[in-house]
């Protein structure tokens, strides 16, 4: 195995150019707490952004951030953080679900448009991020976007970047705008509810003028013997009063909700988000995207097919965690099988490296998104230098 450390965009640019002529393919790395996601790919070589860190612009009056890729995502939370300020989507931390260690990167979180809870809200990694400055397979260093948001025409390549997976090109540098970070924030917590319920309360809190920024339900088993369903308010006190208030009396049929604040609030929260709830077992883990009040019928259509199956719900209900016995395929069928009426998709996190080889880890394409796909692929890396079969087998 060969690691590529380039401490330049200009050195990254020089060794996509030197693989090109062998056809050596590459797989991305920053700090390889997300090795494991995706399928798995057939490389002896790795170009890691482990040598491209540090801050490169920050204004926050402008509330706009940039890094290089290979920049901490530590490093720039904390830099946020004595201003006041934040990353708007609550990036997820994969390290517990996957058991992997190391420090996760700014750049890998827009490779992969990593989001937690706070997307039903503030939007996901893709809507924040501004700009990119990549090395495509052409060896070229690419620029896109900048520090502000602007309307144009034309192909976007930052959304188009956001969430590739490192498969269209070696992101170098990453600018993402930002928010101030809320005066407090309070969870509310109702008790006993069915998934029905539960998910009938999250979509009539997420409809209301009184915003949730975010809404989860953990059924009865999922980290508590008792099912939890979870509102959370940010703002400035004040406001937050207010809107708890009228909130708890909008969905008074439910009962009286606790209230937690700081660390209990917090904690429950990175639950959700990195679903911990899910971490140390053996078991697959899926994700599963459905309009959210089918959420109930799509887990409902899964436990009579996977009597072990367990899972709980983020976004309104909108995003679906599903752990499930590993077995020989991770139950791809079943699952997929159980989601088509209902038009939704899965993806596959957590599974041994074999049964990734074997399954569609993303959900499959129809046949003319498939070869958009391919284009776009054979557009931005037409020797297949880059994680070839990351997403898609054969691109």
């Given at each position: 195995m060969t690691l590529h450390i380039p401490t330049?965009?200009?050195?990254?640019?020089?060794?996509?150019?030197?693989?090109?002529?062998?056809?050596?393919?590459?797989?991305?790395?920053?700090?390889?707490?997300?090795?494991?996601?995706?399928?798995?790919?057939?490389?002896?070589?790795t170009l890691s952004s482990a040598g491209l860190s540090g801050i490169t612009i920050y204004e926050p009056a402008e509330m706009v951030i940039g890094a290089r890729a290979g920049t901490p995502l530590a490093l720039v939370q904390a830099t946020l953080a004595e201003r006041g300020q934040m990353l708007p989507f609550e990036p997820m931390d994969h390290r517990a679900l996957l058991g992997t260690e190391g420090e996760p990167t700014i750049g890998a979180v827009a490779a992969g448009n990593i989001s937690g809870p706070r997307r039903i809200n503030a939007g996901a990694a893709r809507d924040s991020l501004i700009g990119i400055r990549l090395v495509n397979g052409r060896g070229e260093a690419i620029?896109?976007?900048?520090?502000?948001?602007?309307?144009?025409?034309?192909?976007?390549?930052?959304?188009?970047?956001?969430?590739?997976?490192?498969?269209?090109?070696?992101?170098?540098?990453?600018?993402?705008?930002v928010l101030p970070a809320p005066e407090r924030v309070v969870t509310l917590v109702w008790r006993g509810l069915s998934d029905e319920t539960a998910v009938g309360?999250?979509?009539?809190?997420?409809?209301?003028?009184?915003?949730?920024?975010?809404?989860?339900?953990?059924?009865?088993?999922?980290?508590?013997?008792?099912?939890?369903?979870?509102?959370r308010l940010e703002n400035f006190s004040d406001s937050i009063d207010y809107?708890?208030?009228?909130?708890?009396?909008?969905?008074?049929?439910?009962?009286?909700?606790?209230?937690?604040?700081?660390?209990?609030?917090?904690?429950?929260?990175?639950?959700?988000?990195?679903?911990?709830?899910?971490?140390?077992?053996?078991?697959?883990?899926w994700r599963l995207s459905v309009a959210p009040t089918d959420g109930p019928r799509a887990t409902a259509a899964i436990a009579a097919r996977l009597p072990g199956a367990r899972w709980f719900y983020d976004w309104g209900g909108g995003l679906v965690w599903l752990a499930v016995p590993a077995g020989d395929d991770a139950a791809a069928g079943a699952i997929r099988a159980a989601l088509?009426?209902?038009?939704?998709?899965?993806?596959?996190?957590?599974?041994?490296?074999?049964?990734?080889?074997?399954?569609?880890?993303?959900?499959?394409?129809?046949?003319?998104?498939?070869?958009?796909?391919?284009?776009?692929?054979?557009?931005?890396?037409?020797?297949?230098?880059f994680e070839p079969g990351r997403m898609y087998a054969g691109i």
């Amino acid at each position: 195995m060969t690691l590529h450390i380039p401490t330049t965009e200009a050195q990254a640019c020089a060794i996509v150019k030197s693989v090109i002529g062998s056809g050596t393919p590459l797989s991305l790395a920053g700090g390889n707490t997300r090795a494991g996601l995706g399928r798995t790919t057939q490389t002896q070589s790795t170009l890691s952004s482990a040598g491209l860190s540090g801050i490169t612009i920050y204004e926050p009056a402008e509330m706009v951030i940039g890094a290089r890729a290979g920049t901490p995502l530590a490093l720039v939370q904390a830099t946020l953080a004595e201003r006041g300020q934040m990353l708007p989507f609550e990036p997820m931390d994969h390290r517990a679900l996957l058991g992997t260690e190391g420090e996760p990167t700014i750049g890998a979180v827009a490779a992969g448009n990593i989001s937690g809870p706070r997307r039903i809200n503030a939007g996901a990694a893709r809507d924040s991020l501004i700009g990119i400055r990549l090395v495509n397979g052409r060896g070229e260093a690419i620029k896109s976007g900048g520090r502000v948001m602007k309307n144009v025409t034309g192909l976007d390549l930052v959304k188009l970047v956001a969430g590739s997976h490192g498969t269209l090109g070696f992101l170098t540098e990453v600018i993402f705008r930002v928010l101030p970070a809320p005066e407090r924030v309070v969870t509310l917590v109702w008790r006993g509810l069915s998934d029905e319920t539960a998910v009938g309360l999250l979509s009539a809190a997420l409809g209301s003028p009184f915003e949730p920024f975010a809404a989860a339900h953990l059924p009865e088993g999922i980290g508590a013997d008792q099912a939890r369903t979870l509102l959370r308010l940010e703002n400035f006190s004040d406001s937050i009063d207010y809107r708890s208030r009228e909130l708890i009396e909008l969905l008074r049929l439910h009962g009286t909700p606790e209230m937690l604040e700081g660390a209990a609030s917090g904690e429950l929260w990175h639950d959700v988000r990195d679903a911990r709830v899910f971490a140390g077992t053996e078991e697959a883990v899926w994700r599963l995207s459905v309009a959210p009040t089918d959420g109930p019928r799509a887990t409902a259509a899964i436990a009579a097919r996977l009597p072990g199956a367990r899972w709980f719900y983020d976004w309104g209900g909108g995003l679906v965690w599903l752990a499930v016995p590993a077995g020989d395929d991770a139950a791809a069928g079943a699952i997929r099988a159980a989601l088509k009426p209902l038009g939704g998709h899965a993806t596959l996190v957590r599974a041994p490296a074999a049964i990734r080889a074997a399954v569609p880890v993303f959900e499959p394409l129809a046949e003319p998104l498939m070869r958009v796909t391919a284009g776009i692929k054979q557009s931005f890396d037409p020797a297949g230098i880059f994680e070839p079969g990351r997403m898609y087998a054969g691109i």
